[in-house]
């Protein structure tokens, strides 16, 4: 009885920590302090710093995506060169609903840690439930099996992790223009 809850909580932990890794994501709201409390707010000026020059996906309020790399942002107005257009876009902030940014690269780093880790629990634990008993190297199957499902799950969690990425939102508050100071 104990043998068989030791391998089921070890295929448990193994999914969950998997489930957990796969979809990452962070909304921070611009003109809230990102620490919560014990930090500057996340103002236009910080949010302009940070994603100048970068490629996003610009969400507008009526549901549009627009793709493109960030021109400038600023309080009254967001200046994207949108994929689709050879011109610059300027889009007023008020419609603006989120901007966000993908990381791929850190996507695929934890993909790689967490499908690494998640496969050799799980690989671990069924080859411990199924192992039979006996003889001086009867803990090697196990082993090995770790090992081969923490390989299998360390490529599959790099290649979706690289796919989806990590993705940080910017969220705009309702009433963006005429109520902040500039």
Same mark, same amino acid.
């Given at each position: 009885m104990k043998r068989r809850n030791t391998w089921r909580?070890? @295929?448990? *932990?193994?999914a969950v920590a998997a489930l957990l890794?796969?979809?990452?994501?962070?909304?921070? $709201?611009?003109g809230e302090d990102p620490a919560g409390g014990r930090g500057k707010p996340l103002t236009y000026q910080?949010? /302009?710093? *940070?994603?100048?020059?970068? /490629?996003? *996906? $610009? @969400?507008l309020r009526d549901g549009r995506r627009v793709p493109g790399t960030v021109l400038a942002i600023a309080q009254d107005s967001v200046r994207l060169e949108a994929d689709s257009l050879e011109a610059s876009l300027v889009v007023p902030t008020s419609t603006v609903l989120c901007i966000e940014k993908i990381d791929r690269t850190d996507g695929a780093f934890l993909g790689f840690l967490g499908g690494g880790?998640?496969?050799m629990a799980l690989a671990g634990g069924i080859a411990s439930a199924t192992k039979s008993g006996g003889g001086d190297m009867s803990g090697l199957g196990p082993a090995f099996a770790a090992i081969g499902g923490g390989t299998l799950g360390a490529i599959g969690g790099t290649l979706f992790g690289a796919i989806h990425g990590i993705v940080?939102?910017?969220?705009?508050p309702v009433d963006t223009v005429g109520t /902040?100071? *500039?």
């Open positions: 909580a070890s @295929i448990i *932990r193994g890794l796969s979809g990452c994501t962070s909304t921070l $709201m611009v910080h949010l /302009h710093d *940070r994603l100048q020059g970068k /490629h996003v *996906r $610009m @969400i880790l998640g496969g940080t939102r910017y969220e705009f /902040h100071a *500039r």
